[in-house]
């Protein structure tokens, strides 16, 4: 069966430190990539996705992610963290063809303290 | 403000209530989807409604009830739950890829249930 997984369930950061979380999907055809960020107390919203072209996508807030068919990953980057990126993060895959089935990873919870 | 909205935020229903969820979505889209998500595991997909068909069940206990009467409506009837059953029930959209969609899904803020 398809999952997702992410490799870190709880990161501790101080503000202005690099982040990468990441992310590998098990599924040998073509997928669709997503992260998403549920904020505290907020509900789930997209920080950026991969469809297909440049491999390197950028999302909101600074962030970006980095897609690697050989290794079936799609790790989350970002240069220099703030407090206000405190939220757990998702990763997701849509298998393309056939209905919108998002499988999603169990989430990493980013602490960033000033 | 996401487009997609969801009553009541919280609930707390005893085991032999029945209660509904209610999730409206105002972007048009042509698909609808409940998630759960429960403590330290990955949002459960339950179900997808693709113009108003549901197309997806993924396994769900017949104690929830899915209902889509149009494209913007979804609602999840709930009746003699467990205790387990308490979560964070999500509601999405999304404009069905097999007819042009782009896959990406736009989410509620959710239910807060709790069973006692």
Redesign the interface.
């Known amino acids: 069966a398809q999952s997702?997984s992410q490799h870190n369930h709880h990161v501790i950061l101080s503000e202005a430190a690099s982040l990468e979380l990441g992310c590998n999907y098990s599924y040998g055809g073509t997928v669709?990539l997503?992260w998403?960020v549920q904020y505290p107390g907020?509900?789930?919203?997209?920080l950026l996705?991969y469809?297909s072209g440049d491999p390197l996508v950028k999302g909101i807030k600074g962030f970006e992610a980095e897609f690697i068919k050989s290794k079936f990953s799609f790790n989350l980057r970002k240069p220099s963290v703030q407090w206000s990126d405190t939220a757990e993060y998702?990763c997701a895959v849509?298998l393309?063809?056939?209905?919108?089935?998002?499988?999603?990873?169990?989430?990493t919870r980013l602490a960033v303290h000033p | 403000e996401t487009g997609v909205t969801q009553t009541p935020r919280h609930l707390v229903m005893g085991m032999t209530n029945k209660k509904s969820l209610k999730c409206e979505q105002h972007l048009g889209h042509n698909a609808m989807y409940w998630y759960k998500q429960s403590a330290k595991k990955p949002l459960e997909l339950m179900f997808v409604y693709s113009l108003e068909e549901r197309v997806e069940n993924n396994s769900v206990p017949s104690r929830f009830s899915p209902e889509c009467p149009n494209s913007s409506h979804l609602f999840l009837h709930l009746h003699t739950l467990q205790p387990e059953d308490s979560a964070l029930y999500l509601c999405a959209s999304s404009q069905d890829q097999q007819r042009g969609g782009r896959n990406e899904q736009f989410f509620g803020p959710g239910t807060r249930l709790t069973v006692l």
């Open positions: 997702v669709n997503f998403y907020q509900h789930l919203q997209l996705k469809f998702f849509i393309s063809g056939g209905y919108n089935k998002l499988i999603f990873g169990a989430g």
